[in-house]
């Protein structure tokens, strides 16, 4: 029997379902403000959520942001939230022209 390499799991803090690191988006904050960090190389304390906008939704209902990475006060989410609006989007041209 043949053993996998062990896959670096991640919890997404807008489901808090247990994913794999791939298949999350990390996040960093930078002056206030929540970044997307595709290559997961820019510094400081990271969170996890999975690149869709109800996960998005649900962290921001539960407050998980300042939790998450451990700073007081509201976090600006307006560049996130267009980086996964631009997401969705691409997906849904990309269903549609495959279903046709």
Known sequence: MERGRAVPART???CRVRTAKSDLLRLV???D???PDPHGRLPGRGAHLHPDLECL???ER???FPRAFRLPGPLDDGALRER???LAARQQDGRMVSDV
């Open 84 to 86: 996964l609006a631009a």
């Open 29 to 31: 904050v930078v002056e």
């Open 12 to 14: 997404c803090v807008g």
């Open 62 to 64: 539960r407050r998980a």
């Open 33 to 35: 403000v929540i970044v």
């Open 57 to 59: 939704a649900l962290a």
